[in-house]
């Protein structure tokens, strides 16, 4: 009988799921926070899992492990190279979130353009006439570049085109011809895309230690721009965001992910008027948040009946058997 441990509050659907199935006991912690969930980690056959760390140290303290499912399809929280070594799967929810994130991509990206923070404070002040100051722009006409063209790139796309912006996408790991495929023109290098763009939104992992758009980045952007991220955390060099904001060398910015979250109340982004945010929120819709926890719920009992689609198995190359030499077995 496998036991399941939820590390994070779930929707109930995804609950459900887990506690009607036959043959399964359950562990539930609400908390979403690293050390909430260790204590229950010893006799975990399963475990799903929130935006929480899931370290070395919490892997190490679960020997009966079998299945990490992830509530969602990020997993830059996850040490992988420790679930590799015990070839533990480590599966994603797939395609539940992708509409979601991208209506947010757009809500964040016309509230910026269109200052609407600015003028509903205005408003409920008496300031009416500051209807005159045209602190406003369109986003008709004008050119989005998507940077990273998976589901939520594309989905961003169609909705884009439908607004009657230009697309264009750079997505270092895509063929050309697929981005083409999808009636939007590729770029090869992303600085050219910053170039040409007036507004810029992020759909890509973090690789590497640094930022994707750095200093060097947003210096060649518009001082009319707009740049949005619903993708993750450290991917902008927040405090080179918030100088080309201050000095008026970019005109927005839509932020649903933070290099550190909650940000601390000092954060200067919390005081840049120039900024919308909102709190890591964008695939938070009740629609979207039971699609994902039915999901990760359905991940761990498919696996356990060994029927889980491989292509939710992120690692499934690193922790599948190799074959043996020739002349070996």
């Known amino acids: 009988m496998p036991r399941i441990l939820v590390a994070g509050k779930i929707h109930a659907d995804g609950l459900a799921v887990l506690r009607n199935a036959p043959g399964v006991e359950l ?4 908390e979403v926070s690293s050390e909430s969930y260790r204590p229950y980690l010893a ?7 929130r935006t929480q760390p899931l370290t070395s140290s919490h892997i190490a303290g679960a020997p009966r492990l079998r299945i990490v499912s992830r509530h969602g399809v990020g997993y830059d ?7 590799n070594e015990r070839k533990i799967p480590l599966a994603v929810v797939g395609d539940v979130n992708s509409r979601a994130v991208a209506e947010h991509a757009v809500m964040l990206m016309l509230a910026a353009a269109r200052r609407t923070l600015l ?6 002040a008496g300031d009416w006439n500051y209807r005159n100051s045209l602190d406003a722009d369109e986003i008709d006409g004008s050119t989005l570049l998507v940077v990273g063209f998976g589901r939520i790139g594309r989905r961003l796309a169609e909705i884009a085109t439908a607004l009657g912006m230009t697309v264009i996408a750079y997505d270092k790991f895509l063929d050309p011809q697929v981005i083409r495929a999808a009636g939007v023109f590729p770029v090869e290098n992303l600085l ?3 170039r040409q763009a007036d507004v810029v939104s992020l759909h890509a992992p973090k690789l ?3 930022p994707l758009i750095g ?4 210096a060649v952007m518009k001082p009319s721009a707009i740049l949005v991220n619903t993708a993750r955390g450290g991917l902008i060099d927040e405090t080179a965001l918030v100088a080309a904001l201050d000095g008026g060398r970019l005109a927005a910015a839509g932020l649903d992910v933070l290099a550190d979250e909650p940000p601390r109340p000092d954060d200067p982004l919390l005081g840049c008027e120039r900024v919308v945010l909102s709190p890591h929120n964008a695939g938070l819709t009740e629609a979207c948040a039971r699609r994902m926890a039915i999901a990760a719920a359905s991940n761990i009992l498919d696996h356990f009946k060994g029927t889980l ?6 690692n499934r190359a690193e922790i599948a058997p190799r074959p043996l030499p020739v002349g070996e077995g």
């Open 309 to 314: 689609d491989p292509a939710l198995i992120v």
């Open 215 to 218: 200093a060097a980045e947003l």
């Open 119 to 124: 003028f509903d404070r205005k408003m409920r």
């Open 43 to 49: 006799n975990a056959d399963a475990l799903l899992i």
């Open 192 to 194: 050219d895309g910053l």
């Open 27 to 30: 562990d539930y912690v609400e």
């Open 208 to 210: 590497g230690a640094g």
């Open 77 to 83: 929280s996850v040490d992988i190279a420790a679930l």
